[in-house]
């Protein structure tokens, strides 16, 4: 079993900014990709940001440019780093880890971007 942990997220203003952290408990290593998503009122989960063990990364279209996703793989942690954040991105966001032995998440942290 692989537990995640999300911290750092609150309430910004429009055009601010917030970091999130996620830390696994098992060995990075074992963790082929790991990744944020979100969920917003009244829609489904969508993909933030995903990085690979070798550290490939992949960004949804609205957050590119604004949103940096970084794995360390010797503390077994992922963070998003969220810039210029927009009321659009409020949501809460969850981490994700993808092993050959299953899908983990994290339980979520809210986000929330006031005009």
């Known amino acids: 079993q692989v537990q995640l942990v999300e911290s750092g997220g609150g309430l910004v203003q429009a055009g601010g900014s917030l970091r999130l952290s996620c830390a696994a408990s098992?060995?990075?290593?074992?963790?082929?990709?790991m990744g944020w998503y979100r969920r917003a009122p009244g829609k489904e989960r969508e993909l933030v940001a995903t990085?690979?063990?070798?550290?490939?990364?992949n960004y949804a279209d609205s957050v590119k440019g604004r949103f940096t996703i970084s794995r360390i793989n010797a503390k077994n942690t992922v963070d998003l780093q969220m810039n210029s954040l927009k009321p659009e991105d409020t949501a809460v966001y969850y981490c994700?880890?993808?092993?050959?032995?299953?899908?983990?998440w994290g339980q979520g942290t809210q986000v929330t971007v006031s005009s």
């Open positions: 994700n880890a993808l092993l050959v032995l299953g899908t983990y």
């Open positions: 098992t060995n990075s290593f074992s963790i082929n990709t």
């Open positions: 990085v690979t063990k070798g550290g490939s990364t």
